[in-house]
């Protein structure tokens, strides 16, 4: 049986609001569209789990032009922004024949969507219904709907299929340690979908990924995908060792809390992480509660500061992911967040606009309130309004949003901060150079 795994064509952002925003021409949008350029883990993982007698054939078409499918089966697993082209192409595919099973965190959240477009749509986590979806395949008896019910263990996860993207330029390689998150954020569909409680893989079933991944690139940028991957201190200490033993340049998402954890902040910096991606999500207290009902992050706002300087004192850049649009955001607050990012340094950030995805909290509130003015899913991209905002106009938001990018892209903050790492490598080489 031939399958073909497609990853749809996808901008960061519509044409028009690029061309609007000018972010192609800056700094950090280059930045973040080449941090970005990583393949579908959520694919790779699926072709994992299928026997070793089907041909498979994983298609990313932003980087390949596909004009003719010779193929048994077309799976997908889109972001939101990606699903409607997923759907044009379903629509395609199975004019010719083909049929398309499609998965992932949208269709989990709206099959009934999905359905109108695909043969089979895969709800929840694939380990746990993937196998009795394959039996289906092979006697030709496939259902339209495949529930996982439960959360599975992630020792049943196979080891993803890297060897299928070795001719793609990807610039990261993303490797997921766990699933679940239990920060609970209103904009936030993970721990709705994969729960509170983090599951985990083995620290050997990480070395086998790891030494996969090497066997198709040789000096590859790791991306480790999980939601918050130093929640737990034992398990950080032991997965950072065995990251620093293999020699490799890595990035990962955590929290403010890392900060505080000194031992395993200190090994982190010595194992080869270039950056540290951390939701500081807002500098207003109001936003903070709305975001997070465990009151979390708001209980770490006044540490900000503090926490950026210490992870950065060791040489490891940090970038900060801020949330516009809440319901106190104003003119004022633009100017207190570019103030904010000048004084602390910060390595890089990442901006992104409130967009409320289907399943999410935030959706649900701002669709009661008739605030949601488009279902446009490829503008739920994180970059772009999609709901009216409380204390400002489209017009003045967008105006606002263009006009602090272009101040965090300027040249004398990019000087401001390469000067700032310079100095903290020069310290860091001194420090290491009296050592006996």
Same mark, same amino acid.
């Given at each position: 049986?031939?399958?073909?795994?497609?990853?749809?064509?996808?901008?960061?952002?519509?044409?028009?609001?690029?061309?609007?925003?000018?972010?192609?021409?800056?700094?950090?949008?280059?930045?973040? $569209?080449?941090?970005?350029?990583?393949?579908?883990?959520?694919?790779?993982?699926?072709?994992?789990?299928?026997?070793?007698?089907?041909?498979?054939?994983?298609?990313?078409?932003?980087?390949?032009?596909?004009?003719?499918?010779?193929?048994?089966?077309?799976?997908?697993?889109?972001?939101?922004?990606?699903?409607?082209?997923?759907?044009?192409?379903?629509?395609?595919?199975?004019?010719?024949?083909?049929?398309?099973?499609?998965?992932?965190?949208?269709?989990?959240?709206?099959?009934?969507?999905?359905? $109108?477009?695909?043969?089979?749509?895969?709800?929840?986590?694939?380990?746990?219904?993937?196998?009795?979806?394959?039996?289906?395949?092979?006697?030709?008896?496939?259902?339209?709907?495949?529930?996982?019910?439960?959360?599975?263990?992630?020792?049943?996860?196979?080891?993803?299929?890297?060897?299928?993207?070795?001719?793609?330029?990807?610039?990261?390689?993303?490797?997921?340690?766990?699933?679940?998150?239990?920060?609970?954020?209103?904009?936030?569909?993970?721990?709705?979908?994969?729960?509170?409680?983090?599951?985990?893989?083995?620290?050997?079933?990480?070395?086998?990924?790891?030494?996969?991944?090497?066997?198709?690139?040789?000096?590859?940028?790791?991306?480790?995908?999980?939601?918050?991957?130093?929640?737990?201190?034992?398990?950080?200490?032991?997965?950072?060792?065995?990251?620093?033993?293999?020699?490799?340049?890595?990035?990962?998402?955590?929290?403010?809390?890392?900060?505080?954890?000194?031992?395993?902040?200190?090994?982190?910096?010595?194992?080869?992480?270039?950056?540290?991606?951390?939701?500081?999500?807002?500098?207003?207290?109001?936003?903070?509660?709305?975001?997070?009902?465990?009151?979390? $992050?708001?209980?770490?706002?006044?540490?900000?500061?503090?926490?950026?300087?210490?992870?950065?004192?060791?040489?490891?850049?940090?970038?900060?992911?801020?949330?516009?649009?809440?319901?106190?955001?104003?003119?004022?607050?633009?100017?207190?967040?570019?103030?904010?990012?000048?004084?602390?340094?910060?390595?890089?950030?990442?901006?992104?606009?409130?967009?409320?995805?289907?399943?999410?909290?935030?959706?649900?509130?701002?669709?009661?309130?008739?605030?949601?003015?488009?279902?446009?899913?490829?503008?739920?991209?994180?970059?772009?309004?999609?709901?009216?905002?409380?204390?400002?106009?489209?017009?003045?938001?967008?105006?606002?949003?263009?006009?602090?990018?272009?101040?965090?892209?300027?040249?004398?903050?990019?000087?401001?901060?390469?000067?700032?790492?310079?100095?903290?490598?020069?310290?860091?080489?001194?420090?290491?150079?009296?050592?006996?």
């Amino acid at each position: 049986m031939k399958v073909a795994l497609i990853v749809p064509s996808n901008e960061i952002v519509s044409t028009e609001k690029l061309e609007m925003y000018q972010w192609e021409e800056m700094w950090e949008y280059k930045a973040r $569209k080449k941090l970005w350029s990583t393949p579908d883990l959520g694919l790779l993982t699926i072709a994992g789990m299928l026997p070793k007698d089907f041909t498979l054939e994983y298609i990313d078409l932003n980087y390949v032009k596909k004009d003719k499918w010779e193929c048994d089966w077309a799976f997908f697993s889109p972001t939101t922004s990606q699903i409607n082209q997923a759907y044009k192409l379903a629509k395609d595919l199975r004019a010719v024949g083909v049929k398309v099973a499609m998965g992932g965190v949208h269709v989990s959240v709206l099959p009934g969507e999905a359905l $109108k477009h695909a043969d089979t749509v895969i709800i929840g986590e694939a380990e746990g219904i993937f196998n009795e979806f394959i039996d289906d395949m092979r006697a030709q008896r496939t259902k339209g709907v495949y529930i996982s019910k439960s959360s599975p263990d992630l020792s049943e996860t196979p080891i993803p299929r890297y060897d299928l993207i070795k001719n793609y330029p990807y610039n990261s390689i993303p490797l997921q340690t766990s699933r679940g998150c239990p920060h609970q954020c209103s904009f936030c569909i993970s721990s709705k979908l994969y729960g509170k409680k983090i599951r985990r893989k083995s620290i050997s079933q990480v070395s086998n990924e790891l030494e996969s991944i090497l066997k198709v690139y040789k000096n590859p940028l790791i991306f480790f995908t999980d939601d918050n991957i130093f929640v737990n201190n034992k398990y950080g200490l032991e997965l950072v060792k065995l990251i620093g033993s293999f020699d490799i340049r890595w990035y990962a998402f955590s929290d403010a809390s890392i900060a505080y954890k000194e031992e395993l902040l200190e090994e982190i910096s010595k194992a080869g992480c270039m950056q540290l991606l951390i939701g500081f999500e807002s500098l207003e207290e109001e936003s903070l509660i709305q975001m997070n009902r465990s009151q979390w $992050k708001r209980d770490k706002l006044q540490q900000y500061e503090y926490v950026i300087s210490k992870i950065q004192s060791l040489g490891v850049g940090v970038v900060g992911s801020f949330v516009l649009g809440m319901d106190d955001n104003t003119h004022e607050y633009f100017q207190k967040l570019y103030n904010f990012i000048m004084k602390t340094n910060i390595y890089a950030t990442n901006i992104t606009v409130l967009t409320p995805f289907p399943g999410t909290e935030i959706f649900d509130n701002l669709n009661n309130q008739n605030r949601i003015f488009t279902n446009d899913w490829s503008r739920y991209n994180g970059f772009e309004l999609t709901f009216q905002p409380r204390r400002m106009s489209i017009k003045d938001f967008e105006k606002e949003y263009t006009r602090l990018n272009k101040r965090i892209n300027s040249v004398e903050r990019r000087i401001k901060v390469s000067e700032y790492f310079i100095n903290i490598y020069k310290e860091k080489n001194r420090f290491s150079s009296n050592r006996p």
